[in-house]
């Protein structure tokens, strides 16, 4: 079965632009996740979808970030203006969504955004 | 709340000796547990995890953890290393409710020829 899609796989943009990461989980799955992974430190939990609504978004930074999931299949991220502190890798993952705690999160290779 | 403490950033070790790379983690529910490979410009892979039962969980690769509850430890073993095994590792933990993943901050293993 095909894995967790991601794109770009890389991004440059300087400060201040906007830019948009899309991700396409495996099909079938219901909860998909966005963690930004910063360089040295585990991946972070941005936001969590179940379907097409929102489960988990208390580490958003809500100012600049927006993540949307429409249709409950695609989603896409956007950071709208980019800040230098926002440079990491965007993971995106997806789970069947059937067992809570124990899923097992399927992730994609991730978008690598430098911002300069 | 869950932490997750990984308390060793890099660990070297020589082919086909043995490795353990540590977990902690602090909780005041049940949790589960898992270890997460990532191989270099890869997304992150399940290796293994602890749901409940025997303590014991082995997983791909040859990899095993053991879980303790009273050190509320979750460490990784590999009885023989490969330098295929060289990867960045991450302990996570998830409660009985929800499916909120808090990772570790990773373990780099490098496997010296």
């Known amino acids: 079965e095909a894995g967790v899609a991601q794109s770009p796989r890389y991004k440059i943009i300087e400060k201040r632009q906007s830019v948009a990461f899309w991700c396409n989980p495996i099909s079938g799955h219901a909860t998909l996740y966005w963690y930004q992974q910063i360089l040295g430190q585990g991946p972070k939990l941005l936001i969590q979808?179940?379907?097409?609504?929102?489960?988990?978004d208390s580490q958003l930074p809500k100012d600049r970030f927006s993540a949307e999931r429409l249709k409950g299949v695609d989603s896409t991220l956007k950071i709208q203006p980019a800040k230098l502190e926002d440079s990491a890798v965007y993971l995106c993952?997806?789970?069947?969504?059937?067992?809570?705690?124990?899923?097992?999160?399927?992730f994609g290779p991730g978008t690598r955004l430098t911002v300069l | 709340a869950q932490s997750v403490t990984q308390l060793d950033s890099q660990v070297p070790v020589f082919e086909e000796a043995p490795v353990e790379l540590r977990c902690n983690y602090s909780s005041s529910v049940s949790v589960y547990l898992f270890w997460y490979v990532q191989y270099p410009n890869q997304g992150l892979q399940l290796l293994l995890k602890y749901l409940s039962g025997s303590t014991l969980v082995k997983g791909i690769n040859g990899f095993e953890a053991e879980f303790n509850k009273s050190q509320t430890s979750f460490h990784l073993r590999k009885p023989s290393v490969h330098i295929s095994d060289t990867a960045e590792y991450f302990c996570?933990?998830?409660?009985?409710?929800?499916?909120?993943?808090?990772f570790g901050t990773g373990t780099s293993l490098t496997v010296i020829p």
């Open positions: 996570a933990v998830s409660r009985n409710t929800g499916n909120q993943f808090y």
């Open positions: 993952a997806s789970s069947t969504g059937l067992a809570g705690g124990t899923d097992t999160q399927y």
């Open positions: 979808f179940q379907n097409n609504g929102v489960v988990d």
